[in-house]
């Protein structure tokens, strides 16, 4: 008798299994290195060479007078480039999806070190 009341009170449980809901918490720094804030549009593309033609026609010139063309070139597109482009970017991004003056910062300094490392390469190569 004991054996079938047992075997009726485990059978009387009811298991409930529940899934847990993996929640997608994306770290700021992975965000911005995925470039997601970049808009996939050939606009966005006319605006970068804009950005970039922008600065080497008016301001490396004017930095050359102050640095040697390797200096310039480095803190021109380094600096100033990425600059432009992040805000930019800010400026046309919808109101209710602006960002935070950290992740603008960090945007900044993810673009400054990629345009950095390109100029270098080409300074090292030419």
Do not use: C
């Given at each position: 008798?004991?054996?079938?009341?047992?075997?009726?009170n485990?059978?009387?449980?009811?298991?409930?299994?529940?899934?847990k809901?993996?929640?997608?918490?994306?770290?700021?720094?992975?965000?911005?290195l995925?470039?997601?804030?970049?808009?996939?549009?050939?606009?966005?593309?006319?605006?970068?060479?804009?950005?970039?033609?922008?600065?080497?026609?008016?301001?490396?010139?004017q930095?050359?007078?102050?640095?040697?063309?390797?200096q310039?070139?480095?803190?021109?597109?380094?600096?100033?480039?990425?600059?432009f482009?992040?805000?930019?970017?800010?400026?046309?991004?919808?109101?209710?999806?602006?960002?935070s003056?950290k992740?603008?910062?960090?945007?900044?300094?993810?673009?400054?070190?990629?345009?950095?490392?390109?100029?270098?390469?080409?300074?090292?190569?030419?």
């Amino acid at each position: 008798m004991a054996k079938f009341q047992r075997k009726i009170n485990r059978q009387k449980k009811e298991f409930e299994f529940t899934k847990k809901t993996k929640v997608k918490e994306i770290n700021v720094w992975k965000k911005t290195l995925s470039f997601y804030w970049i808009p996939r549009e050939w606009t966005s593309l006319l605006i970068v060479m804009l950005n970039f033609l922008v600065v080497t026609i008016v301001a490396i010139p004017q930095l050359m007078t102050q640095f040697q063309q390797a200096q310039s070139l480095l803190l021109g597109h380094g600096i100033l480039t990425s600059l432009f482009i992040v805000m930019s970017f800010y400026l046309i991004e919808d109101k209710a999806n602006k960002t935070s003056k950290k992740e603008l910062i960090i945007r900044y300094l993810v673009v400054a070190i990629v345009l950095l490392l390109f100029s270098l390469f080409a300074i090292l190569v030419l």
